[in-house]
């Protein structure tokens, strides 16, 4: 909490710098603004970033690596025996340290852990009172040296405005840095899973079975990672929501562009994106608890042997939710499509379903198309719905009766509960991850590639 | 692209020589079918959709409402201070590890004297939730005073009891499939016509935390760590997305970088948001140590994932801002950012705030992402602050929706209810926004 404590007092701080820098540009000029290059405000709110940046700037970078660095140092003075018990061991016991350090005891811990839990606490308070310090007197120094840049002459607002302009490209970069930051984090973690199982097993196994052996004595754990049944369910799935989604999509579409009159098209349009707003893990519960014992009763009754968790209810609940996805995004496309070539189809006597068959869809089928592509995408990623409406078994089948698996199910089944990080296990999920981000990051370049250079067609 | 339209006329001419406005006449009954047929593909398609939309709807709510009444069961509870604090002095430690249950056991023992088999004493406690313990020992550590007292209390039934009472047990299915047996149907009913047991408004499910018991299972953890979660994601993507956006929209020179940062941010939103989740475990947590389960970790990620959308609504904003403000700002001699910020900025603000609070929106029904950084925990305690494990609202649905028990499936769509609220709540204050700050230039 001290930390808070601190970044409230040097915002107090600025905000008295923002009115010492106005102060001493008035008693630099004399009481005559006119004589100043900048209006009073800019020298306080110079004076103000000088005393805040630095100081905040310093705060954010030690916090960022005081964890590692203390930790490190706690592990280092842990006993010999606990270091020797692998760093599986060390990893429980540095987590039971920090559970004790944030007040979280459970039973009666080990003297040798209750000891480092001390020195942890030690090494915290001295990092955060050199931080405080460091902080503190940074603001200060820095304040009066901005304080004593002060004269009538100096281009405060320049300056202010070069700062204020440079945090906003900052900004804009973070869009870059969290590209770069997924591309590494799940980059990395893949690689030291390749480094475990071979990339053309995880790229061509056809047999997916993440349960490794945690004593080396288990049976039927072997663990293999054969990422084709995954990758063959996502598509299933997929295809099955595209098969509902595209159809009724663009048809709404074409609907509410081309025939629905104003008042329709004013009650239909909201009615239909609102399927768009509902959070998925809402999609999920229906789709598992009303959708698919639906589906299997209705299996029975024909005779087919229906899964309780098949593809077909996952697929069918996916596809409602693509719906408006797909139509809003075709309705755009059509509403661009020129209206002189309505007109002209019109004019040599073609009825409206001709001129939406023969102009419309052909004019406007780049931009359909890539809608339809990052609706497709948007399928593939699609995590809750298959997660509570799929199965876990990662079959190899193209039958939509059978329960199937997905690469997002598998990612979330493989992270979720308390395992250990650097298992091959949970390493597999980043690898997945790499290969769901790639996948859809190619399905949206090109779509967004499309529907550019469309737009440009008729601009 | 109108070939078969041509080689229709063009073989048909010579063998048939008949006017060009006879043959577009024979041809018109087919042609206005088939526009018939495809103006109903149209309309059926819509239907569907909206079919689907109230499909939805309709099994959700008709599942929700009964969870918002609870069965509940008036006990009267002499609070012996012989068990609970034999020698007098209140201390809290000692009320706090006391057995409550054996007082509500007392107290619907008394009801049924005629009980004496243990087995069956068991089966009659067992109508009654281990949540009356809990509410008991808390009335008992506000007020100690009652100690000595008899309380006359309505305590929550079992869930099992709250079933039958709702009507989605079966009483004449056959008692070894049952979970009620014979005995404790008799009794149940004897409590009804004593007027000891009926369905009342469900308090606890928005006051408590999450339970195993679903009969005191409560939204209020979830709808807390949500609104931290919520909160801190505002604070931190709102400013970067509008900075972003002023930056890109009114600043960027026309070069590659611009280029690479602006696809960058179009792909960023259609990237899947369990990728997200993924860079928040590697880099948040497993990188800077940050703990699981928080809300703060959890707006770090949400940010992530909205600040691209909220990007994208902020410069359509200032895009709508027309060039004549900037142009007469720059005229009187303000500075480029001076015209940024003391003209444009405050026109578009509007439309920002709208983009923000749809997003917002979009943050609150996520739940993959959090998925990833442990926010599925199992959390009782009702998150006291952003540093403190909370699940969200929708975490809270999967957890329940996952839960076997018969009564989770009521409370799981009560919840969604909830959620669904908020989320309209918010969409509706969106549109407000624009209705009444849109200008049209």
Redesign the interface.
């Known amino acids: 909490m001290s930390i808070i404590t601190l970044v409230v007092a040097l915002l107090l701080m600025s905000s008295v710098a923002y009115y010492a820098g106005q102060k001493r540009s008035l008693i630099v000029s004399r009481g005559r603004v006119r004589d100043l290059h900048s209006l009073p405000g800019y020298y306080g709110l110079y004076v103000a970033l000088w005393c805040g940046l630095p100081a905040l700037f310093v705060v954010g970078a030690w916090l ?1 690596f005081e ?2 660095i203390i ?1 490190k140092l706690v592990v280092a003075g842990l006993p010999e025996i606990i270091i020797r018990q692998g760093p599986e061991r060390v990893t429980l016991v540095v987590n039971e340290i ?1 559970n004790i350090v ?1 007040g979280r005891v459970y039973g009666e811990p080990d003297p040798a852990i209750l000891s480092a839990a001390a020195h942890y606490r030690q090494l915290q308070a001295t990092s955060h009172g050199t931080l405080i310090v460091l902080a503190v007197s940074m603001a200060v120094t820095a304040s009066a040296y901005a304080l004593s840049r002060i004269k009538p002459r100096h281009r405060a ?1 320049n300056a202010v ?1 070069s700062t ?2 440079a ?3 900052l ?6 840095l ?2 770069i ?2 591309v590494l ?2 980059l ?2 893949s690689i030291r899973f390749f480094q475990v199982v071979p990339v053309t097993d995880f790229l061509f196994g056809l047999e997916w079975s993440p349960q490794t052996a945690i004593r080396a004595e288990q049976v039927g754990s072997s663990g293999a990672f054969g990422s084709v049944p995954l990758y063959a369910g996502t598509w299933l799935i997929t295809l099955i929501a595209m098969l509902v989604a595209v ?6 579409a ?3 562009s081309e ?1 629905a009159n104003a008042e329709f098209r004013a009650v ?1 349009k909201p ?2 994106e ?2 768009a ?10 789709a ?3 959708v698919a014992p639906f589906i299997r009763d209705l299996g029975t009754q024909l005779g087919l042997s229906v899964a309780s968790e098949s593809a077909l209810a996952a697929g069918l609940v996916m596809g ?1 939710m693509i ?2 996805f797909v ?1 809003s995004l075709s309705d755009d496309v059509i509403n661009a499509v020129p209206q002189a070539m309505r007109d002209g189809a019109y004019g ?7 001129t ?4 419309i869809i ?1 004019a406007a089928l780049p931009g359909i198309v890539g809608s339809i592509l ?1 609706a497709v ?2 399928a ?5 719905i298959v ?2 409406a799929a199965g876990l078994a990662a079959n190899l089948t193209a039958n939509p009766l059978e329960a199937v698996t997905t690469v ?1 199910v598998q ?2 089944t493989l ?2 509960g308390d395992q250990e ?1 650097d298992s091959p296990k949970t390493l597999a ?2 690898a997945l ?1 790499l290969a ?2 790639l996948f ?2 190619v399905l ?2 090109i ?2 590639y499309i529907v550019r250079k469309y737009r440009e067609q008729y601009e | ?2 070939n078969r339209l041509g080689a229709q006329s063009g073989n048909t001419a010579p063998r048939n020589p008949r006017m060009p406005i006879e043959i ?1 006449q024979a041809g018109l009954r087919k ?2 079918a ?2 018939f ?3 109903l ?6 239907t ?3 079919l ?2 109230g ?2 709807f309709f ?2 709510f008709s599942q929700a409402y009964t969870a918002f009444e609870q069965t509940q069961i008036k006990l009267d509870l002499f609070v012996d201070a012989q068990l609970l604090d034999p020698d007098g002095r209140q201390d809290p430690e000692i009320l706090l590890s006391a057995d409550y249950g054996a007082i509500v056991k007392a107290g619907i023992g008394k009801l049924f004297p005629e009980v004496e088999s243990r087995r069956d004493q068991r089966a009659l406690k067992a109508l009654v939730s281990q949540g009356a313990t809990y509410k008991l020992r808390e009335m008992v550590m506000q007020n100690p005073g009652v100690i000595g007292k008899t309380l006359t209390l309505w305590v929550p039934a079992d869930d099992d009891v709250d079933m039958l009472m709702k009507g989605h047990t079966d009483r004449k299915e056959p008692e070894a499939t049952r979970r009620l047996k014979d005995n404790q149907l008799a009794w149940l009913d004897r409590l009804q016509r004593d007027g000891r047991l009926e369905k009342r408004f469900n308090m606890d499910f928005f006051t408590q935390g999450d339970s195993r018991e679903p009969e005191i299972a409560g939204i209020w953890g979830g709808v807390v760590g949500s609104l931290y979660t919520l909160a801190l994601t505002l604070v931190f993507s709102f ?3 509008v ?2 956006a ?3 929209e009114e ?2 020179p026309q070069n590659r970088w611009t280029d ?2 602006e ?6 939103a ?7 989740g ?2 928040g ?3 948040f947590i ?6 699981r389960s928080v809300p703060l970790v959890g707006s770090m990620v949400l940010t ?1 994932m909205v ?2 959308t909220i ?1 994208i609504a902020s410069r359509s904003a200032l895009k709508s801002v027309p060039p004549s403000i900037r142009e007469g700002a720059l005229g009187i001699g303000a ?1 480029p ?1 001076q015209a940024v910020t003391m003209h444009v900025l405050p026109l578009a603000m509007p439309g920002m705030l709208t983009g923000a609070i749809i997003s917002m ?2 943050a ?5 992402p959090l ?2 950084i442990g926010m ?1 925990a199992f959390i009782v305690d009702i998150p006291k602050g952003t540093l403190d494990p909370a699940a969200v609202l ?2 809270q ?2 957890l329940w ?2 839960s076997p028990e018969r009564a989770f ?1 009521e409370r ?2 009560a919840a ?1 209810v909830v ?2 609220g908020f ?1 309209v709540t918010m ?1 509706a204050l969106a549109v407000i926004l624009r209705k009444r700050f849109e200008r049209r230039w």
């Open positions: 960022a964890v590692d930790t920090q944030s607002r405005e204020v302009k945090m906003l490209l900004s804009s970069t973070l869009a870059v969290t590209t930051g997924i984090s799940v990395f973690e159809p009724i999509g663009l048809m709404s074409i609907y509410l025939y239909a009615l239909l609102i399927l707003g509902i959070p998925t893990v809402v999609y999920g519960f229906f598992a608890l009303t409602i719906i408006p139509s040599m006597g073609a009825t409206r379903s001709e939406v068959r023969r102009v052909p990052l995408s948007r593939i990623g699609e995590t809750m997660v509570m997002t990612i979330v992270l979720v990080f999920a980043f991850g769901l981000f859809t990051l949206n370049v779509a967004l | 692209m109108n577009i042609r206005h088939a526009e047929r495809f103006r593909y149209g309309l059926v398609a819509i569907l959709g909206l689907s939309l499909t939805l099994t959700i400013p970067l997305g900075a972003a002023v930056y890109l600043f960027a690479l940062i696809v960058n941010i179009n792909n960023l259609a990237v899947p948001s369990i990728v997200f993924l860079l475990l590697a880099v497993n990188f800077f140590g940050l703990p992530l600040l691209p990007i500075s950012l929106a979009h609150l029904g996520e739940t993959a998925l990833m599925v929708p975490v649905i999967f929706a996952d499936v799981t769509s969604i959620l669904l989320l969409n």
